[in-house]
Nanobody
Framework: QVQLVESGGGLVQAGGSLRLSCAAS????????MGWFRQAPGKEREFVAA????????YYAYLVKGRFTISRDNAKNTGTLQMDSLEPEDTAVYFC??????????????????WGQGTQVTVSS
């Protein structure tokens, strides 16, 4: 099992930026794909972005493409989600997750094995 801890959430004005981090423990992180998901109040959890085990392949939800950037540092067991040009609609709890069984990206939350506790992102208008 991989334990994940997110950080970096907070309150920001529309148009601003935030950088979320995901610290992972466990030897399997470097071979696992990683994803970011978010959940707004009253809504289902939705895919945001994913990155392959090597970092060579990334995949974004159309709502965030061009504004968010996912990356990872396997040597440090960390993942990052850089969020720019934030909009009030981006307000949600953001979760990082890993696929221990695969290094390939996926937008389906059922493909992910381990999840962090989430970090709140609030974008004011």
């Amino acid at each position: 099992q991989v334990q994940l801890v997110e950080s970096g959430g907070g309150l920001v004005q529309a148009g601003g930026s935030l950088r979320l981090s995901c610290a992972a423990s466990g030897r399997t992180f470097s071979s696992a794909a990683m994803g970011w998901f978010r959940q707004a109040p009253g809504k289902e959890r939705e895919f945001v972005a994913a990155i392959s085990w090597s970092g060579r392949m990334t995949y974004y939800a159309y709502l965030v493409k061009g504004r968010f950037t996912i990356s990872r540092d396997n040597a440090k067991n960390t993942g990052t989600l850089q969020m720019d040009s934030l909009e009030p609609e981006d307000t949600a709890v953001y979760f990082c997750a890993v696929r221990r069984g695969s290094g390939s990206v996926s937008s389906n939350n059922v493909d992910y094995d381990d999840w962090g506790q989430g970090t709140q992102v609030t974008v004011s208008s």
